[in-house]
């Protein structure tokens, strides 16, 4: 197994320096604990040996203290450090700019705060390809890179231009916005950051909504199309899928059994013995919801009057990018608003707000989980939100979670009491609802949603990724789609001329025929016609022509062969000599919509059309301007896609064309059909479009599949252009003597 390098913004410790006395500390935080435990466990099976496992990140530290790092991290042999020196005003542009000022408010939908400076995006990429430029030398075949976050998104395609071959994983810690929020990004940036991301074989995010406004921002944006989580981007597999992070279960559990943590929780209840609480704690953060949360807090006071006195509300505020204007503001406002309440409220005996503004060490957070009737997490945006999971694993079989619809965890933790968090009188409402849960009920709610977090903890989510990680290089491994050459055409060739039973399926157009402005002039040519002649003469040879086309066309142009013909993929076929068999029959009502929304896009798009089948109808934009046409396709999908949820129906993203047709028939399926009628003992199939793919996969091990053009593919072999498919079909049916002689100078155009 080759070496783990973890690269993430800041390396995962800090170091200490008291006079002479110097010592590291570790990061908080579970991402840290789990890779460190993960390296750990590598070192393990190897029998204690080290592991050479990296981690890379910028250095809180001067260049000038590095040795003094060395030195102290070398005891510590679960992984080597990778440190990246900075210099000040470039990271300060790059972190706290781009990153901070740009991609945080953005993907937290507060777009109105993202300030889009070009020198926060120049420095943005600056810092990424110094990453890069320092990994490169250093990198070896079977490393796996695992990137971490929103710091780094152009790195992973920054590595893969200098390294194809390289296996990197790239994870985002924060949401992945809509695509309407994401497109507000200026056009180039937004494409440079999806082209980065592209560059990983695997992106993990934390939730299916994530992935999904994922996979429609790089459709609209770079024009990629999804097949379930997969993407084919340039020739290769990446894969899009959602790891929800989890915590280190057992941590928390335990340090909750821990004495220490015990005798301050019981400090905690007793100071507030008659008292329920109510717990908050968060980053001073815009995203958090302070201000909202506060307003849901007086407004519960005014309306329940009867809880006055009867409980507190604990309010726990860590300091964070304080340099930021943004974060600043927020600060003042929070605390005049804490003051308010408790100006408006406060008895001689009583203050409803505690508020601090610190760091908590982590055993009174724990003793805090603990003591808390009730946690209340209710972020504007979070990409996780793990104290939510904290709170819930600390528990001692009581209290109640009240959290915010919006959180990455609402998806996992559906037995809290989820909340819209901007909502004053729902905020209000619901921390009354969680005041009077009756015990057996908190403790059902809490040991349904302990069960499911202790499951997949912070370790599964590590072997997840990494398991997921090894998958896709193994399957991208597969798909290489090979050139066919002079040896694989002798072989198809021997088993052509050994072979008494064989069928031949062959798309129409792209494959047979060169693709026609006009898909009515789109006839065969006399080279086709001769082909077809020669190949159906011979008994032994069945040709069956499947096509998305429409019957009547197919009818016209090669009724008069002894060929099968299949139209609209599947939708009707006509065996030889036999008469037209449709394999549907719905009423057609279903078109008009689709008909007039894509009329709209005709109006819209200058050159495009609109062609109507039996079970089919299609928007054509091979004749428009290239650019419009093609982001034209993009809304039409996208419209399209969203209006036939949950009907029968589905949307095709063809060769400039995009098709809506009656699911549940494709060429793939109809293919196998008749093959199984026909129990051949040689099979060739060759196709050019999307909608042939789903024949390379149904028959493999089955057939000779060959894709015309390059690009990925499921076929075991491609041919670079339509011209190459007559002689090329020529050769493998011919009884050519040997040697074989390739048409090379054919071959060779494209
Ligand atoms: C990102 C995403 C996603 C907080 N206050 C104290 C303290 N904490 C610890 C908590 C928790 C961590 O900090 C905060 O975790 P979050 O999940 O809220 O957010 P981030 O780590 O900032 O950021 C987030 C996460 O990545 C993981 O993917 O969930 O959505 O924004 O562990 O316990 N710890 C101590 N004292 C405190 O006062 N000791």
């Known amino acids: 197994m080759g070496r783990l390098i973890i690269i993430s913004n800041r390396l995962p410790f800090s170091l200490d320096k008291d006079g002479d006395k110097v010592s590291l500390r570790q990061s908080s935080g579970g991402l840290v604990s789990a890779i460190k435990s993960y390296f750990e466990n590598a070192s393990a099976q190897r029998g204690g040996e080290a592991t050479e496992n990296v981690w890379m990140g910028v250095a809180d530290f001067p260049q000038e203290d590095w040795e003094l790092v060395v030195a102290t991290h070398a005891a510590e042999q679960d992984f080597s450090i990778l440190p990246l020196f900075v210099d000040k005003d470039l990271y300060d542009n790059y972190y706290n700019g781009f990153s901070n000022s740009v991609l945080w408010p953005l993907f937290h939908y507060f777009s109105s705060l993202a300030n889009y400076e070009s020198q926060y995006f120049d420095a943005y990429v600056q810092v990424n390809q110094l990453f890069a430029e320092k990994l490169l030398p250093l990198l ?48 180039e940036w937004k494409k440079i950051l999806l082209q980065g991301l592209m560059g990983a074989d695997l992106i993990g995010f934390h939730t299916y909504d994530y992935v999904q406004h994922f996979l429609q921002s790089a459709k609209m944006l770079l024009g990629v199309d999804s097949y379930f989580h997969n993407l084919q981007y340039q020739d290769r597999l990446v894969r899009i899928d959602l790891f ?26 007793d100071n507030f013995a008659d008292k329920k609480i109510v717990f908050s704690v968060d980053r001073l953060d815009y995203t958090k919801g302070l201000m909202q949360r506060l307003n849901g807090f007086e407004y519960f006071l005014e309306r329940y009057p009867e809880w006055r006195e009867k409980m507190i509300f604990i309010l726990n505020v860590v300091p964070s990018r304080d340099t930021i204007p943004a974060y600043n503001d927020r600060k003042k406002m929070i605390e005049e608003k804490i003051g308010t309440i408790n100006g408006r409220f406060s008895s001689i005996s009583w203050q409803p707000v505690i508020y601090r503004y610190n760091h908590l060490p982590f055993k009174e957070l724990i003793a805090l989980y603990q003591a808390a009737d009730v946690a209340l997490v209710t972020p504007l945006r979070d990409g996780m939100n793990l104290v939510a999971k904290e709170y819930v694993a600390s528990s001692l079989g009581r209290g109640v979670l009240v959290l915010s619809e919006l959180a990455g965890a609402a998806s996992e933790l559906s037995e809290a009491i989820l909340v819209n968090p901007t909502d004053t009188s729902d905020v209000a409402s619901s921390i009354v609802r969680a005041l009077a849960m009756p015990l057996y009920e908190q403790r059902n709610r809490i040991s349904l949603m302990q069960r499911r977090i202790q499951e997949y903890d912070v370790f599964k989510w590590v072997n997840d990724f990494m398991d997921q990680l090894a998958q896709v290089k193994q399957e991208q491994q597969k798909q290489k789609v090979k050139l066919l050459d002079e040896k694989v055409i002798t072989t198809i060739r021997r088993h052509y001329q050994r072979s008494r039973n064989r069928c031949l399926l062959l798309d129409y157009d792209g494959t047979l025929v060169p693709f026609s402005r006009i898909p009515s002039e789109a006839a065969p040519d006399n080279a086709v016609k001769d082909l077809l002649l020669r190949l159906t003469a011979d008994p032994k040879n069945h040709v069956i022509i499947i096509s ?89 999908l996208n419209t399209l896609s969203q209006l036939i949820q949950n009907t029968t129906l589905q949307v095709i993203d063809g060769n400039k064309v995009v098709e809506v047709r009656i699911a549940g028939f494709d060429k793939g399926a109809t293919a196998l059909k008749i093959i199984g009628e026909m129990d051949p ?64 100078t054919k071959y060779a155009d494209s």
């Open 681 to 744: 003992d040689f099979t060739l199939c060759m196709g050019d479009d999307t909608t042939d793919e789903d024949m390379f996969k149904a028959l493999e091990g089955e057939a000779y599949t060959i894709k015309v053009n390059n690009g990925a593919s499921a076929a075991q072999y491609t041919i670079l252009s339509q011209q190459q498919v007559l002689p090329v079909l020529t050769l493998l049916t011919s009884e050519l003597p040997e040697p074989l002689q390739l048409p090379k």
């Open 140 to 187: 070896r075949p079977d490393d796996q890179i695992w990137i971490h976050d929103y710091q780094l998104m152009i790195l992973p395609h920054l590595l893969r231009t200098k390294r194809p071959e390289a296996t990197i994983g790239f994870f985002l810690h924060i949401p992945f916005p809509s695509y309407e929020i994401f497109r507000l990004l200026p056009t």
């Open 548 to 636: 998305g086309r429409d019957l009547s066309s197919l009818d016209r142009w090669l009724g008069e062969f002894n060929v099968t013909l299949v139209a609209e993929h599947g939708a009707s076929t006509k065996r030889r000599g036999a008469a037209w068999q449709q394999m549907v029959s719905v009423s057609d009502l279903w078109k008009e919509e689709i008909r007039r929304i894509m009329q709209l896009f005709v109006l819209r798009c200058a050159g495009s059309f609109i062609e109507e089948k039996t079970n089919t109808i299609a928007w054509h934009y091979r004749n428009t301007q290239a650019g419009l046409g093609f982001s034209r396709s993009r809304e039409l």
């Open 244 to 269: 929800p992070i989890g915590i280190d279960y057992n941590k928390f559990h335990q340090t909750a059994a821990d004495p220490e943590t015990e005798q301050l929780r019981n400090k905690i209840l």
